[in-house]
């Protein structure tokens, strides 16, 4: 019982002796404990890199290319109504399918040569005959070849309407030609246009001019209801691309890039980047239709989804891919300067100790400095220099 009354007694007395210097503290060690711990050092590592800078410009947000489609002659005006749509985006336009009924009349793509420049009727002749015979030919038909508009001609173009939903003018009683007896400025002939028999069988405005027997439809502008009142209304789009970026350099940074050299895009408005590389690049200068400025035009894709905002404009970073040898070199802010106006960077050595090593801060290139002449020797790949404390 007496061991153990000594043995509180004891811990009270520590007890009371370590309170009782808590509450002892002089001012220094209360300002010592009430201290922030000391600083450490934030460091980068000394690399060997080739330096380059990297290209910042604005570029443009540009629609990609394609091919459109305007009515034929003869297909616009007041009563030129869109009353069916026949074609949806994504859909592959093959040559003879119609596209669209304006005012109840299909609308019917032909590989041609040429847009057709007049109405086809018994009795003509030439190279807008020949070009529509190549055609029917092509789809199955059997038409002569002789340039003609004959009678096994005329009964193949009805047939090839009549497949379509169309029943040519020459069916209807009575119908006249829209033209009268001329020479055909292309050395074509007409000929007995005024009797019921000779009525145009191939209007022009039913003939939709294409380039290609197939084309992919990448944009359907015409809309059911629309009046086609301007010949340049534009019907479809065949074979879009994408959105690019367009944008120009002077020569010197345009001769830093490679075709599918890697970049990236900031849409500042929104703070959205994307990835893009690039596309093609110019030969010979020119002047940006946009900004008004010249140099070598560079179009650069998206690597992934496009950006859908159509001519605005985007922060473009190209990252140097420029030749040469890897330097030694520091990142800039490693890189201190003395009141005298030289230069130096606090390396840490292997035992914790720091050195200043003064340096040429004269080469400073996309935020790296070259290590040249006696820092060589100081400092090696891998080196801890200091860049800031925390």
């Given at each position: 019982m007496i061991v153990s009354i000594a043995v509180v007694l004891g811990v009270a007395v520590v007890g009371g002796i370590s309170a009782l210097e808590h509450v002892l503290r002089t001012p220094g060690q209360a300002a010592a404990d009430a201290a922030p711990p000391d600083a450490s050092l934030v460091t980068a590592l000394?690399?060997?890199?080739?330096?380059?800078?990297?290209?910042?410009?604005?570029?443009?947000?540009?629609p990609g290319p394609s091919t459109k489609l305007l009515p034929p002659i003869g297909a616009t005006g007041p009563e030129a109504v869109v009353t069916r749509v026949r074609v949806r985006n994504g859909q592959t336009l093959e040559e003879g399918d119609p596209i669209l009924d304006i005012a109840g009349q299909p609308l019917i793509p032909l590989d041609l040569p040429f847009p057709l420049y007049r109405d086809l009727a018994p009795g003509l002749a030439g190279p807008d005959v020949e070009a529509v015979q190549v055609a029917l030919r092509r789809l199955g038909y059997h038409p002569t070849k002789d340039g003609k508009?004959?009678?096994?001609?005329?009964?193949?173009?009805?047939?090839?309407?009549?497949d379509r939903g169309y029943s040519s003018p020459s069916a209807e009683a009575g119908t006249k030609p829209p033209v009268t007896p001329s020479a055909d400025p292309q050395?074509?002939?007409?000929?007995?246009?005024?009797?019921?028999?000779?009525?145009v069988v191939l209007p022009r405005s039913l003939v939709l001019r294409v380039t290609k027997q197939k084309s992919k439809v990448t944009a359907v502008r015409a809309k059911v209801g629309a009046v086609l009142s301007a010949p340049?209304?534009?019907?479809?789009?065949?074979d879009g691309t994408g959105p690019f970026i367009a944008l120009s350099l002077t020569v010197d940074k345009a001769t830093q890039l490679r075709v599918g050299q890697p970049a990236s895009a900031l849409d500042e408005e929104s703070g959205k980047r994307v990835q893009v590389q690039v596309q093609a690049i110019g030969t010979k200068v020119g002047v940006d239709s946009v900004t008004g400025s010249s140099g070598v035009p560079?179009?650069?894709?998206?690597?992934?989804?496009?950006?859908?905002?159509?001519?605005?404009?985007?922060?473009?970073?190209?990252?140097?891919?420029?030749?040469?040898?890897?330097?030694?070199a520091v990142p800039v802010s490693a890189v201190y300067s003395k009141p005298d106006g030289s230069s130096f960077v606090t390396v840490v050595m292997a035992d914790g100790s720091t050195e200043d090593v003064a340096i040429s801060a004269?080469?400073?290139i996309g935020g790296w400095v070259k290590i040249q002449g006696d820092a060589s020797d100081a400092l090696s790949e891998g080196s801890r220099v200091v860049v800031g404390l925390q």
């Open positions: 000394v690399e060997r890199r080739v330096l380059g800078e990297p290209i910042l410009v604005r570029g443009n947000i540009t508009v004959d009678t096994t001609t005329a009964r193949e173009i009805r047939r090839f309407l009549a050395g074509a002939t007409s000929a007995g246009l005024g009797s019921a028999e000779n009525a340049d209304t534009v019907l479809l789009e065949l560079v179009t650069l894709s998206f690597k992934g989804a496009p950006m859908a905002a159509n001519d605005r404009s985007l922060l473009v970073e190209i990252p140097s891919e420029q030749d040469g040898d890897p330097v030694l004269d080469q400073a």
